[in-house]
């Protein structure tokens, strides 16, 4: 089973090196790496191609202008070949070497078209530092109704099933990946599975924790609720209080380090 994993990059020379790292020392051996680089203007693509020595045969690598993250990610999976498609954002790096190997087995003994994890975000700088424990837990179509969804880029899926339910919706700036979530979760009638692993580490301070977009992110939520017949201000308010419990679970486990 081949995997194929896509990281959109624009100007993230600071902790690009992590999230390559992460994918290409992975002990599963089946893995296309694809780099999509918007055209950055710092050091990240001479970072990219320095980190990518040796293991050129494994990775496919663009830099080109593009529009944004989802035209990135979207790029990328029209150049995957792969059976699973999954995501590692250029801040963010996969939480072990045996992760995607855990992603592989579950598909395996469940059969299923998608999988999702648990993840954990982290200080920028400080990333022993939990800020934000997200254990996905369970899955149904009625939670998704209710404003829940799994972590982003703990989900992997089966390429058959992003040809037939399509791309991201480039339209949304911060939301194109609640909408697809919701798309595959609510709209389209997959075999899910959830693995109760930690599958990522995020950066707090990407795009979708960057503080001062939390307007245009909660705009782009309500049109897309909306769009897919949901109560919006309702699924939008359970989404936000959600994420209260996270939190501090995030201050129990940095205090039990301690």
């Known amino acids: 089973m081949k995997i194929s994993i896509i990281t959109s990059c624009y100007n993230r020379e600071a902790t690009i090196r992590d999230a390559i790292k992460s994918v290409l020392t992975q002990d599963y051996p089946d893995i296309e790496y694809i780099i999509v680089d918007g055209g950055s203007t710092d050091g990240s693509i001479a970072a990219i191609r320095e980190a990518i020595i040796g293991h050129e045969e494994q990775v496919k690598f663009i830099s080109e202008p593009d529009h944004g993250m989802y035209e990135a990610i979207n790029k ?3 150049m995957a070949t792969g059976d699973i498609i999954g995501l590692v954002h250029s801040d963010d790096y996969l939480y072990e070497a045996s992760t995607i190997s855990k992603i592989v087995a579950e598909f395996q003994k469940s059969e299923a078209e ?9 200080d920028y700088e400080q990333t022993e530092k939990i800020v934000r424990n997200w254990i996905s837990g369970s899955y149904s179509q009625k939670k998704v109704r209710r404003g829940w969804l799994p972590l982003h880029p703990t ?6 099933c992003i040809e037939k339910w399509g791309l991201y919706d480039e339209s949304y700036k911060i939301a194109a990946d609640s909408d697809f979530l919701v798309r595959y979760l609510y709209e389209a009638d997959l075999k899910v ?3 109760n692993e930690y599958v990522i580490r995020m950066r707090m301070g990407g795009l979708s924790t960057d503080s001062s977009k939390m307007k245009q992110k909660w705009a782009e939520d309500i049109r897309m609720y909306r769009s897919h017949g949901f109560n919006p201000y309702w699924a939008l308010s359970l989404k936000i209080a959600s994420k209260v419990p996270q939190f501090i679970q995030a201050k129990f486990m940095n205090g039990n380090k301690g």
């Open 76 to 78: 990328g999976i029209r």
């Open 114 to 122: 998608l999988v999702y994890g648990n993840g954990l975000f982290v």
């Open 155 to 160: 989900v992997y899926i089966r390429k058959e």
């Open 193 to 195: 599975a959830y693995l």
